[in-house]
Structures are given as C-alpha cells and as structure tokens.
C-alpha cells in the first residue's frame, strides 16, 4: 500500500489592500456606512486584482518556499499560509512588491501627483568599467508592521501598516494629509501658504491612510549625488515597476499585536490581519455648459471621488478628467469638470 502524507495548513496572516474610491458612499467614509448589511456587501463585491497586483519578492518567495508556506492573492488583498509543522524565526521579513494594474489609478488615488520616477547614478570619481550604478525609484511608499499604527480599540482594533499621520511641514505638497489639533486635514494647494480641508474633527476615527509620511528617506553612498530625498533603492529584489513596498517582520517587539508568529515561531491564533488605506481624491467640482463651456456653478469645496454615491447634489465626474490649476509653478487647486 502506498504511503500517504497530508500537510495541514493554517492561515499565518493576511494583507487588505483597501481603497476608498471603491468603498466610501459619496462623502461617507467606508468605515461610517451604518447600514451594516450595505457596508459587508460593499466589501464582498470589492475587488483590488485589477486595481493593484501584489507578489512576493523574489528573495521572499524563496523564504516561502523554504517554510512551506503559500501566498495567495484575494479579492481583498492575499493571504499566506504556512504548514503546522512549519516553524518561523522571530527576524525573518517577507517582502510584497505592489504593482499597479489599472492605470487610471493616479486619477482618483490621493497623493499621486508626486512623481515615481527612476533615477540612475554612479560616483563621478569612480572611472572603472566595472563600477556601480545606484537605482532609485523616488516616493515610493514602504508599509511595515514594524511602524504601522492602530485604530479602534479591543476585539474592534485594525492594524494598519500605514505610520501615524504627521503633523504640518513646510515642505508638504497638495494632497498631502496632516493631523494638527487632533483634526485630520488635506492640503488643498501646495506650500507655502497652503490651503486645507478638514477631513475629520478626530483622525483617530479615520482610517490610517497611506501619506507622505510613509515614504522613507533615501540616503546614497559618499560620492552619489543627485538621488531623490524620499523613495527606495532598485535592486534585483525590487523591480522597476513597484508602486508600494510592503515589509512583513516576524515579530514585532514593542507590539505583539503586529506579530504574525508567536515566541515558538508558529501562527498566531487568530492570525493578524493588516490594512493599507488608500485615500481617493477630492476635487472642486465646476459645472460647464457643455455646448458653450460656460461655467455654470463651481462647488464651494472639495468633494471626494467615489464609484458609489454622490457627495454633491449634482452629477458627479468622471473619475479620469482631472485638472490641476497651477499659479507661478504653485499648484492652487484640483478641479474636475463637469459638463452638463
């Protein structure tokens, strides 16, 4: 009689990769949707596959492979499992390379005016045929569980792999999102001088959307100049085509709740389940007269983008016509036009 083995798996953690375009009804924030039955559908038919793709680096898949363990993208994000028998040290880190797959995505993703450019350099003082050319891809985001932040409380806390929003900063540019007084704002021009819309009375009962401040800061070699301030090193575990970083460390010190293994290295039960928040875009909405292209009214502040509901009254826009009004190489508002 042949031998039979059977492995049993067991769920180590999962990833939710959740953006609001897809999930807030008009001006309701997902997470404020009261109907509950409403909002749990929302989420079932929601689908990131063809808004974002995600796979493991290729350093990591080996690590994977090596553990035993499975990755396996789902409507919400992916999920990995890993055998019973399997066992994981405390400092091992798992690396998910985020790609974009639609591209209308900087259309109504908040944040996506900055650049994602690769920047290619070497040491002017290094004339040898064999020398080092450094890759950099600037404004790339990095999302660990080793910053993330929490929100809710209890049974009810999520853990996002976004850091806690920053306060102001003179450097910061539209779109950017800031806590000051507790209130979470959005800049709606660039500094200086920038203009502001409060998005909430309490960002501690907002999402922990994914800002500025979750991009790193590059810091070249001696002798390299011309890298961009914030962004990650390109190398052949990190491709050309990344959009977000998301680094997984085993354990988390100062925060067990992060840690997808306990002090013996197996699966936590129940397994975390960590969330990366992509705010959509708000924009002044201009009505036109579509056949003179007269202005007809203007909204008096920003209304966010959504496929569901409406935040205005009126008909909204498309989520693919988006305009920045620029004054002196200042951007001074995002408008959307809507011809009627």
């Known amino acids: 009689m042949a031998e039979r083995t059977i492995s049993s798996y067991k769920r180590l953690f999962e990833v ?10 008009g001006a309701t924030v997902f997470d404020a949707i009261a109907d509950l039955a409403r909002k749990q559908a929302r989420l079932l038919t929601y689908d990131v596959r063809p808004i974002l793709g995600v796979r493991p680096s290729p350093s990591t898949q080996n690590a994977l492979r090596e553990f035993g363990c499975v990755f396996k993208p789902t409507g919400q994000g992916f999920v990995v499992a890993m055998p019973d ?8 880190v798992l690396t998910f390379v985020v790609s974009i797959a639609d591209g209308q995505l900087f259309d109504y993703t908040a944040l996506t005016l900055r650049p994602q450019r690769i920047y290619e350099l070497t040491d002017p003082a290094d004339t040898s045929p064999d020398r080092i050319t450094y890759r950099y891809k600037e404004n790339v985001p990095v999302l660990s569980n080793l910053t993330g932040t929490t929100r809710g409380a209890g049974t009810s806390v999520s853990l996002s792999l976004s850091r806690d929003i920053p306060g102001p900063d003179p450097t910061d540019q539209v779109e950017a999102l800031v806590v000051s007084s ?3 704002l959005q800049l709606t021009s660039d500094n200086p001088g920038a203009t502001t819309q409060q998005l909430g009375a309490s960002a501690a009962d907002l999402p922990a ?11 070249p070699p001696a002798g390299i100049a011309g890298a961009p301030a914030r962004g990650v090193a390109l ?6 085509d990344v959009f977000a970083l998301i680094s997984l460390t085993a354990v988390r010190g100062d925060d067990d ?9 197996t699966a936590r039960s129940p397994p975390p389940v960590y969330e990366v928040r992509f705010k959509n875009r708000s924009t002044i909405w201009i009505y036109r007269n579509k056949r003179t292209g007269v202005t007809i009214s203007t909204e008096a502040d920003p209304l966010p ?11 909204k826009p498309s989520r693919g016509v988006i305009k920045a009004e620029q004054t002196g190489g200042k951007i001074v508002r995002l408008i959307s036009e809507i011809y009627v």
Do not use: E, M
């Open 209 to 219: 959307y994914v800002s500025q401040a979750d991009t790193p800061t590059i810091v």
């Open 182 to 184: 507790g209130k979470l």
């Open 257 to 265: 709740r992060f840690s997808f293994v306990d002090a013996s290295g």
């Open 235 to 240: 190398s052949p575990d990190i491709p050309d």
């Open 85 to 92: 028998s399997a066992v994981i040290p405390p400092s091992a």
């Open 16 to 25: 939710r990769l959740l953006h609001h375009y897809w999930l807030d009804d």
């Open 305 to 315: 983008l959504t496929h569901f509901g409406n935040a205005g009254s009126k008909q």
